[in-house]
């Protein structure tokens, strides 16, 4: 039986009936796995709160053979296939119900992998074939396990992987791949079926069966769609690009689980999703924000090659760049508290060097500057060479590179650039980015002028770079306030408050309640005397105006008390008044003060 290939509606056909049967195998499969004890039951490792049924993953994979097998145009060229993502399958549905240990689920993994790379499977990174062995075993496995790890929480993995299935889809559809195509169709129509089931609130679980059932089947379509690359930037970020979610939450789980001295195989609610609900975000609202990374990282990796290598360049790079910067951000939240994770790093002695190295010696820090340098010292020259650079250019800048490199790193180390912390960048901390990025920027321009006479070079190319380099500093460096900005929610256990004093002593106020998780604040808003400022914002926060709109405001807010920011702000006789207008109202009144104590 095959599909008509020659139209559009072959290629509908191949999802619809993914999904149809997959949907139609969810209800047998659940009751069965219930009768069998397949049930994942709530520890304090998982994150749901109710016994679930697993086996999802056997709907899951059926769905997807069944269609993949009866319309393919060459079922034997798809045999290798076939029987890897089925033995991953296999090897996750025994782990269902028998629970393997780790050890052992690697072993079967790395066997699948094995026969992958008997058939041919190959990235084609490196030229030495040993090397490129090794790479693509790491990248079928790793893949792998980061499906694994991202099933943890209702609808993640399901929906990350869907996706990635119809990026992959388009990427081969446009090179005329009609196998492939059909493949990732199918794995699409699928878990689309699935997800019916499994997004919040999940009512069957994927397992083990089908998490790696879909890593394995994902990591071999990446293999594939990075084999019809036309330039060396689409072999590395086609793939990377596809499943760039996964890939940055299994890194972001291993090394805070390494650095807190915890085993990376053992669960625990540490992954981005988990963080992003400690934010204040609800589960759904979580699962979809993740669902959005996965959208704009899978398509850069379909714009890769229908845009100019030279813009591909500037692309993928700030994609990247600015997702690490959001999972840096991430690590940043408590998932243990201080004495747990001291506790933790005492009993090994690895992660104390590992905390070394990346706190103490800012190594993470470095590194990050190190590819926003490259990003921007590029993006200002295809700027300056409208966005078309020849050979000599891409030579002078290849050229020119180690010397701005230690220039800029120079400069920062001299101004104290890496002294900061990030999450308390103030004003005089941009300053001070600024003279580094001037500074490097001048050290560079002599050292070109020293070696080379500067012949060729632009000076428009190190204005922009300047520029550039001071944008991407400060834009890092403010970026985890922008984040908790932009994701962190107030939370509705939190007590509802009023601000009286829009000052200096308010913005104290608001940023304690804010920063400081013992202090269980909302702050609402603002109340002040003078007239000039009603109708403003502080921190976000609007001010309503003096005492006198106290009713007129707990007639829409709901309000439970008053805080006085700073006692100078009563002696124009508003203390009386507040006292007994909130009185009247049930409000209690409590005032912020600030001292410093003999110790």
């Known amino acids: 039986m095959h599909a008509p290939w020659d139209n559009m509606g072959g290629l509908v056909l191949v999802p619809v ?20 004890g397949c049930v994942a039951l709530p520890t304090k490792e998982r994150w749901h709160m109710r016994p679930t049924p697993t086996l999802g993953g056997v709907a899951l994979a059926l769905g997807f053979f069944f269609p993949a097998l009866c319309f393919s145009p060459s079922p034997s060229a798809c045999f290798p296939f076939f029987l890897i993502v089925l033995q991953m399958c296999v090897v ?13 689920k690697l072993l079967g993994q790395i066997i699948a992998a094995a026969v992958a790379l008997f058939f041919g499977y190959s990235l084609h990174f490196f030229t030495w074939p040993p090397l490129d062995i090794l790479l693509t075993a790491l990248w079928i496995v790793g893949l792998t396990n980061a499906l ?48 019916r089931f ?46 760039l979610v996964p890939i940055l939450d299994t890194t972001l789980v291993m090394l805070t689980r390494l650095l807190r001295g915890q085993p990376i ?9 988990h963080r992003l609900v400690i934010l204040g975000l609800t589960e759904p609202k979580a699962v979809l924000l993740l669902y959005l990374m996965a959208a704009i990282s899978g398509s850069t990796a379909v714009l890769i090659e229908r845009i100019s290598y030279t813009l591909s360049l500037t692309l993928v790079p700030l994609v990247v760049l600015v997702f690490a910067l959001f ?20 009993e090994r002695r690895l992660p104390v060097l590992l905390l070394t190295l990346t706190y103490k010696r800012r190594l ?19 700027l300056r060479f409208d966005f078309s650079l020849d050979a000599s250019q891409m030579h002078r800048y290849l050229t020119s590179l180690p010397h701005l490199l230690t220039a800029t790193y120079g400069a920062f180390f001299f101004l104290g650039i890496y002294r900061g912390v990030w999450r308390y960048t103030s004003l005089e901390d941009l300053v001070r980015l600024a003279t580094g990025a001037a500074g490097g920027t001048l050290l560079a321009v002599a050292a070109l002028l020293f070696f080379y006479g500067f012949a060729g070079y632009s000076r428009v190319v190190f204005i922009l770079y300047a520029l550039l380099l001071f944008l991407g500093l400060a834009g890092s460096r403010l970026s985890f306030r922008l984040f908790t900005l932009l994701v962190a929610r107030p939370r509705t256990e939190r007590v509802p408050v009023l601000i009286y004093g829009a000052g200096d002593g308010g913005e104290v106020v608001v940023r304690e309640c804010h920063n400081n998780p013992k202090v269980q604040y909302q702050p609402m808003g603002f109340l002040d005397d003078d007239p000039r400022k009603q109708g403003r914002r502080v921190l976000g926060l609007p001010i309503f105006g003096g005492v006198d709109r106290l009713p007129d405001i707990l007639r829409r807010e709901k309000i439970q008390g008053c805080i006085i920011s700073s006692p100078h702000i009563l002696v124009n006789g508003n203390a009386e008044k507040i006292h007994a207008l909130c009185q009247e109202k049930g409000l209690w009144v409590k005032q912020l003060r600030l001292e410093f104590v003999e110790g």
């Open 327 to 346: 999972t840096a951000y991430l690590a940043q939240v408590e998932i243990v508290s201080a004495e747990e994770g001291k506790r933790r790093r005492e």
């Open 17 to 36: 009936v993914s999904f149809l049967v997959t949907l139609l195998l969810v209800p047998p499969i659940r009751r069965l796995a219930t009768r069998w």
């Open 148 to 195: 694994n790890l991202l099933d943890n929480m209702d609808g993640l993995a399901g929906g990350i992987g869907l996706i990635a299935a119809l990026y992959l889809a388009v990427l081969f559809h446009q090179h005329g791949d009609l196998q492939h195509t059909l493949l990732s169709l199918a794995l699409a129509g699928a878990v689309a079926g699935f997800l």
């Open 265 to 273: 195989s053992q669960g625990g609610k540490d992954h981005t999703s």
């Open 92 to 104: 996750g549905f025994y782990d269902d119900l028998c629970c393997l240990n780790p050890a052992t």
């Open 198 to 243: 499994n997004f919040y609130p999940a009512s069957l679980f994927m397992g083990d069966a089908g998490s790696l059932f879909l890593g394995s089947a994902l990591s071999l379509l990446t293999i594939q769609a990075h084999g019809q690359a036309s330039n060396i930037l689409s072999l590395v970020a086609i793939p990377v690009c596809i499943l």
């Open 364 to 382: 993470l820090e470095v590194s990050f500057d190190f590819f926003l340098i490259l990003f921007v010292y590029y993006l200002a020259f295809i």
